[in-house]
């Protein structure tokens, strides 16, 4: 999918939620500034989150109970190892009945479930300065 600007990368995660399911991981790839988090923003909208939806950075996870179904949004940036993960609850989250955000989720490939979506987001500034084509895989 092509965005040519951060409103359409915000939609395109809104219609990721309205058809999201209960279980669905959503592991995100994309360097710094290529939209992962106006991609949550739009998803947590999607889900009928009124509350704005900040990069969780510094707090690793933040939990989302307002929508229709439980978000869980994780900025995996800052883990030193993937076992730190299992001290923030991953394991109940990516097991659980909610949806999963996973920022930055190459530093923690050897965990990541079975399945889930591969949403990778790349920047082209020859197709202009807000131009994103974002790519869902199921894995």
């Known amino acids: 999918m092509d965005s040519f600007k951060r409103e359409?990368?915000?939609?395109?995660?809104?219609?990721?939620?309205?058809a999201s399911k209960p279980g669905e991981v959503y592991c995100l790839y994309g360097d710094l500034g290529t939209g992962k988090t106006v991609l949550s923003?739009?998803?947590?909208?999607?889900?009928g989150i009124e509350e704005p939806i900040?990069?969780?950075?510094?707090?690793?996870?933040?939990?989302y109970h307002e929508g229709r179904l439980p978000f869980y949004h994780f900025d995996v940036y800052?883990?030193?190892?993937?076992?730190e993960m299992?001290?923030?609850g991953y394991y109940d989250k990516i097991d659980g009945d909610g949806v999963c955000?996973?920022?930055?989720?190459?530093?923690?490939?050897?965990i990541?479930?079975?399945?889930y979506k591969k949403v990778t987001i790349t920047k082209d500034v020859e197709k202009g300065f807000d131009y994103r084509n974002i790519t869902i895989?199921?894995?």
């Not at 359409?8 to 939620?17: M, N, P, Q, R, S």
């Not at 990069?55 to 996870?61: A, K, N, Q, W």
């Open 54 to 63: 900040s990069s969780p950075t510094f707090t690793i996870l933040k939990e």
């Open 41 to 47: 923003q739009g998803f947590g909208k999607g889900l």
């Open 8 to 18: 359409e990368t915000f939609d395109i995660g809104v219609k990721l939620a309205e």
């Open 78 to 83: 800052r883990i030193g190892d993937p076992d």
């Open 86 to 88: 299992d001290e923030i």
């Open 112 to 115: 990541l479930p079975p399945h």
């Open 101 to 110: 955000f996973i920022e930055w989720a190459e530093l923690i490939e050897d």
């Open 137 to 139: 895989e199921d894995i």
